[in-house]
């Protein structure tokens, strides 16, 4: 493992915009729907408070940021990290993708359908990483768990909104 070097934070930096703009992306199609959409739908009594959602989010980011940099920073010169940092870019727009399907489009299904996919890109997301840098991949591991919860909630959600 590399020593942090004062001229990586750029990289740092670049690596946690980039997840970030991609959840402003879902963000604006999310947030419209939460106070429409979103609040009609019948959920169970387990679903997290709509003010968490924004810490946590914005917690998984940043941590999702700092699991590319660490990757990134082994190299492009490498094509394992290519490809790793490939497989991140996929499993982000999944995300994103995941937004647009299930709040923009009210399509409940279609989300639960994109949230199991995104469960099975970042799993790969993380088993890629692993071999790159084993901090990089056990930081997602709060992402995985996140998007399991997510799933069920999607799930849920789909199962007492026939």
Known sequence: ???????EIPKLIVSILVVFLAGA????????????????????SWTPPNWAFGPIWS??????????????????????VKIA???????????????????ASHNIIGGLVMVIVLWISVLITILVFYRISKPAALILIPYLI?????????YTVFLLNP
Not at 1 to 7: A, K, L, Q
Not at 146 to 154: E, F, H, P, Q, S
């Open 25 to 44: 992306v879902g963000t604006v199609y999310t947030l419209k729907q939460i106070t429409t959409w979103y609040v009609s739908l019948i959920k169970p």
């Open 59 to 80: 917690t998984l980011y940043v941590l999702m940021g700092i699991s590319l940099f660490l990757v990134w920073r082994e190299g492009l010169e490498r094509k394992d």
């Open 1 to 7: 493992m590399n020593s942090f070097n004062i001229r």
């Open 85 to 103: 940092i490939l497989v991140f870019a996929v499993q982000l727009v999944i995300n994103v993708l995941w937004s647009l399907v299930f709040f």
């Open 146 to 154: 996140w998007v399991t919860i997510a799933g069920y909630l999607n």
